[in-house]
């Protein structure tokens, strides 16, 4: 996220403060105490799913206690909500060596196909969820919709954005970009200064423990619960599922004289995660990966926290050496990208891929120039957290992207617990002289604060101020709201892919109410925005 203190930067004020911290920043039935964390599905293959559930067999088994026996967890995927039509079924060994959850990689099923599915322990059954198959590879598919969000901190407000999602029948599914969890203890990280609900544990999360009591804390959430159980999702994490600004070796919230070595942290982070999420890791650890939606999407999602180096500004950024991927992954992306023939790509990257500028004049402005005035190729970046910060790994993958010359690259991102609509150039800072490659949507936090919150400033006051110094430098950023929570459904189509942002009544509030705000589309082979209305 931001590459500021968070803690500091709650104290700042102003516009100026205000730009320098634009940069990170119900199911079918209730639940019993056996299945008190519901039920999820996730990662939808052509012949299979993942499905997922936690059951507390006795009463000291609660999530991070490593108490309870080893059990036997059956499970059933069916055609017909009454399970009169069983398409595959099994049992699951867990205990508390794996947190008592259990995570079911189903295979044998139809593609493109509805099911509904279920676990049973000690003859009581869990919530019914329901999930869905994707299309065959080659299957003509005319549409699909997708949920998008991210950035959900539980402290700072209630998961409404969720609620609405489940309630909406047009989904295939959801897809998260990350910060699923916080790792901040109770206040640490809060909503404008204040804790409307507080976190399970209460102190930072360190250890295995602890990260398994924070996952499963989440899980209780009812919103959160019933968008699991009523869609499959696709999800990748981000820096909080850890610490703050995280890196290959390290975080900015994560200090080694009191917390122990980070490797220790981060093993135990993704341990939990691994555990409690329905997310389809490769045999050998890796998240990165492709998923196939017949002939109209290839639906990528990256890993940007794994691998890459240490933050950093400057000229530093136009450093080679530096990552924000990692070799293997960066190859593995350009190839993948490159021998799709899906009509689109669509990319989810936990941080803006766009570049975010507050120089007028770049280094491809200025020329031989720049290096006397030691400006990085960018332009001065905002936020080094964002690709902004590696730009030789942006300059490979959109070189990449313009040598297919197709336009039918879509980034989606979270992050920033903001909206924007960009349109991707190939350099920064000579937009439109420079063509666009792809185009972007970031969607808002569900509850993590943004601008008006972090100043505490009224909505839509200070925050025009800040959209309008970033419209001055930023011509490819089409448009940007800086206040609202809330967050996206993407409708990709065959000649168009589509955002529409909803926006929430209040984060603060249960009951909150969401409203569609703005809509764009890009046509297909264009790499270019238009707003749209209705």
Known sequence: MTHLNRRDALKLGGTG?????????????????????????????PDGVI?????????????GSGAGPQIQVSWQIAEDAAFATVAASGVFATGPERDHTVKVDVRGLRPGADYHYRFTYAGTHSPTGRTRTAPASGASVDALRFGVASCSNWEAGFFSAYRHLAARDDLFGVIHLGDYIYEYGTGGYSAGGSVVRETAPAHEIVTLADYRIRHASY???????????????????DDHEVANDAWADGAENHSPDTEGAYAARKAASHQAYQEWMPVRFSPEGVLYRSLRFGDLAEIVLLDLRSYRSLQAGGLAVDDPARTITGAPQMAWLKDTLAASTARWRIVGTSVMISPLVLASLTAEALGPLAALLGLPSGGVSLNPDQWDGYTADRA????ALTARGAGDTVFLTGDIHTSWANEVPLKAGTYPLSPSVATEFVVPSVTSDNIDDILRARPRTTSLAVEAAIGVTNRHVRWTNMDDHGFGVVEIGRAQTRMDWYFLSDRKNPAATARKAVSYVTAHGTAKLKRVFG
Request: proline share 14%; aromatic share 6%; net charge negative.
């Open 17 to 45: 403060a205000a730009l320098a911290l634009m940069a990170p920043a119900a199911a079918s039935a209730a639940p019993s105490p056996l299945f008190a964390h519901g039920v999820a599905s996730g990662d939808p293959l």
């Open 396 to 399: 490979a993958l959109l070189s």
């Open 51 to 63: 499905l997922w559930t936690r059951v507390t067999p006795t009463p000291e088994a609660v999530p």
């Open 219 to 237: 899980k209780t959430d009812p919103d959160l619960q019933a968008a699991h159980a009523r869609h499959p999702w696709l999800i990748v994490w």
